[in-house]
């Protein structure tokens, strides 16, 4: 029979998927003796029970949660439910992977209107018994049973106004009883039930409340965000109560053994004297930063310093720690692997393999390399004069823009309609992460650098503020004063959020500096790595980032992106609307300089690094106007001057606009289709890649043009197309005098390219998967209206795992990469093979080109960093991957 619940004795951190990841710390700090409050964990297993049972804790699991809670009580000597010796327990949520303020949490559980007397005189402080009395109401009431926190803050924030009260710790016992009383009664009014007061009934309530927070819609959003898989279940952990507002000798806390927001080596964190742990991550009052418990509690920081350096050297990374002080004695409640920032990410894995703590290929796969986008984004020109509005604490580094929101939901839906936003709020709570997510930044009146705001946003690379006190909400009247200036819902501001400060309106942004530390990691992920990385690049400019952050080569120039261009476009169109074969010649004589003089610019950017040239995709209607807006201004023309000459041409280029129109453009007249039918084309293009290239070779540059046929489905058309690519060679050869090195591939973009790759690779001298149009081919999607119309949905509903545009569908458009590489290199061994859709700079995508050993992704300029860090990951975990016999 399944074991459901493991004693903290029992379990080690090698056992996160069966006790998630809090419950796998807390066995292994409990191992290694460190003070941790005693407990069990109820596993992800039981979780996964309670929903096959249709959502009830099955007899099995309650006979053992009672056979565990009676070995607490032997271990701490208490009893739940007795008035004499009552044991008070926490009950938290647990998942497998850190999912932080998504579910659900009760603390003081086991409080009734006799154990609350029990308590007081066990401390002799009947306030300090009250107070957690009515805590427990509240959050039992909001977690369990549905009332929302609000009716319980609205009813105590008048109960202060009218005793003259400012802060909770000015209220006395007898006022306790009286907000008690008033509590149960919201209960009563709100749930339509009495407040449960049978300990046992509100353990088993509570287990089955974080179980059923698995399934919440902030956890649901949070899991996407972060692509978990949503059948692993939470874990719930039962531990002993310890109390932080027992007096000033006692206090809670959060921090971190390094700042999580740049990496330095000093602890970082914030605590609150005489507190419980909610107050500090909920924000709901400003607490002290760690350094100055040394001062308020030198013995108990001298302890915990010394066992954060113990928890850091144990685990191998910076620690996210909780603990609680009770009445001078130090608890730890929590260890996990801290949330940073990419910049502290990246000093933190560098500067651990300095202290030889890490291996550099450790180190490595310690960044995320998502994260890296972090460090790619603008910040607020230094020359600017700021008029600083307000400043808060700097949660989260980052600089950001956008239109002032109030609302969660007002932040996603503007978003979505193509607004950029920026999130106030006097604090978020996790209801608030569709808004989060969709905003440009966030801002809060209250909370520390630990609290829910700063740690989610962290986690995202947002740049966040919190506890800007000098901030003041009225949202009746949607408006925000901020110092001596008041502004208005949808009013812009720029935020800094690397020095805390609200500034008024648009700033000028700098681009983004590599440091130090970031170019020796990626020069360590070189050393690792098998793959190339090479760009996506349609100009010169982005050629020119390309390589500045270390491109090896172009993968894809799209040559569509280069007629499209103002001044070529009139060219164009001529040359579209030619009625003779001379006609278009002489447009296509005007277009060769032009798309010379673009190559050039390419490859001197690159030097002797490969680039591939992909000939012209599009469809040729592209570059004409919109037949519907054409047809309402041949319409006009035609009754206010019919048989003038504007009318005529207009009424031409209309007739050719619909002769050139196509049920389904991107199964149409496109890619190489357009080349067999159109080879000057092809043949005006090659021609300008040899003109560019035998320029700079003869004035001393060398170059490697790899020319691109893109959309081929049969070996023949890549035959033709080879020709006219041979030919133009051979012409651009004799004219200059100057021979040319290149190859001639394809781009496997369609189903049958993959299936017949064999065949195809005796014409083609490499391989280049578009993975955009396989993916469009072989789902049978459009990619514009499944992304419009219903693919989130098929993701938010688990129909997909992600979207595959973003992230390669392995199962199915990677069967057909894996055949494609297979089959060509069986005709011709040696066969070079990449991808160069966005899947090139997308980790998981990598990893799986690395299985499949290509020699090349190819991915946006501002991509590269990540995928050379990804592309070492793969590398690295493929070589510790045991062979399978």
Known sequence: MNKFIYMFEEGNREMRHIVGGKGANLAEMTKIGLPVPPGFTVSTDACKNYYEEGRTLSLHVKEELFTSLQQLEQKTGKKLGSVQNPLFVSVRSGAVFSMPGMMDTVLNLGMNDETVIGMGDLTGNPR?????????????????????????????????????????????????????DIFKGLVEEHAGKEFPTDPHEQLLLSIEAVFDSWNNERANIYRRLHHIPHDLGTAVNIQSMVF????????????????????????????LI??????????????????????AMPEVFAQFSETCKRLEEHYGDMQDIEFTVERGQLYLL??????????????????????????????????????????????????????????????SPGAATGKIVFDADDADRLVKEGEKVILIRPETTPDDIHGIIAAEAVVTSRGGMTSHAAVVARGMGKACICGCEGMKIDMQKKTITMGETTL????????????????????????????????????????????????????PEDAGKARGFGAEGIGL????????????????????????????????????????????????????????????????????????ELLIEVTKLEMHDPYGEKTKEKQQLLRKVRELDEFNPMLGHRGCRLGMTHP??????????????????????????????????????????????????????????????????????????????????????FFSFGTNDLTQTTFGYSRDDAEGKFLQRYVDDDILEANPFVKLDQEGVGRLVHMGVS????????????????????????????????????CSPFRVPVARLAAAQAAIKKAQTPLSV
């Open 334 to 395: 929590q260890t996990r692997n801290g949330k940073r920032t990419a910049p502290a990410s990246i000093k933190i894995a560098v500067d651990m393999v300095e202290e030889n703590v890490l291996t550099k290929e450790e180190a490595l796969l310690r960044v995320d390399p998502d994260q890296l986008h972090q460090l790619l984004h603008r910040r607020i020109d230094e020359g600017f004069k700021r008029e600083v509005l307000v400043q808060g604490l700097p949660a």
């Open 244 to 271: 932080g507002n027992m007096g000033e000798d006692s206090g809670t806390g959060v921090a971190f053994t390094r700042n999580p927001s740049t990496g330095e080596a000093k602890l970082y964190g914030e605590y």
């Open 488 to 539: 208005s819902y949808l009013d812009t501001i720029t935020i800094d959020g690397t020095t805390g400060e609200v500034l008024a309106g648009e700033v000028p942004m700098v681009e983004p500096e590599l440091s130090n530390e970031f170019q020796l990691l990626l020069t360590w992920a070189d050393a690792h790595r098998r793959m190339k990385v090479r760009a996506n690049a349609d100009n």
């Open 274 to 295: 005489n507190a419980q742990g909610e107050d500090v991550v909920a924000g709901i009052r400003t607490p002290q930063p760690i350094s100055t418990m040394q001062q």
């Open 823 to 858: 089959l060509g290199r069986e005709a011709k061994p040696g066969l070079k093979a990449g991808i160069c859709g966005e899947h090139g700079g997308e980790p998981s995508s990598i990893a799986f080109c690395e299985n499949e050993s290509l020699d090349y992704v190819s």
């Open 680 to 765: 000057e084309i092809y043949e005006m293009q090659a021609k300008a890649i040899f003109y560019a290239a035998s320029s700079l070779k003869l004035s001393g540059q060398s170059v490697s043009p790899e020319i691109m046929i893109p959309l081929v489905g049969h070996v023949n058309e890549l035959k033709a197309m080879r020709r006219v690519v041979v030919d133009a060679a051979a012409a651009a050869a004799e004219e200059t005098g100057v021979n040319i090195e290149y190859t001639v591939g394809t781009m496997i973009e369609v189903p049958r390219a993959a299936l017949t790759a064999d065949k195809i690779a005796a014409e083609a001298d």
């Open 557 to 628: 120039c799209r040559t569509e992106h280069m007629f499209m261009d103002a001044a070529r476009v009139p060219i164009v169109r001529e040359m579209i609307l030619a009625e003779t074969m001379n006609e278009r010649k002489e447009a296509l004589r005007k277009l060769l300089p032009m798309q010379q003089e673009d190559f050039t610019g390419i490859f001197k950017e690159m030097g002797d690094l490969p680039v591939t040239i992909r000939l012209l995709d599009p469809p040729l209607h592209e570059f004409l106007p919109d037949k519907e």
């Open 128 to 180: 300090f018994a009250y107070d957690s009395y009515r805590r427990f109401i509240q959050m039992f009431a909001d977690v369990v049973l549905g009332v929302d926190g609000y009716f319980f803050e609205r009813e105590l924030e008048r109960y202060r106004e009218d005793k003259g009260y400012k802060t909770d710790p000015e209220m006395q016992t007898e006022d306790w009883k009286i907000m008690i």
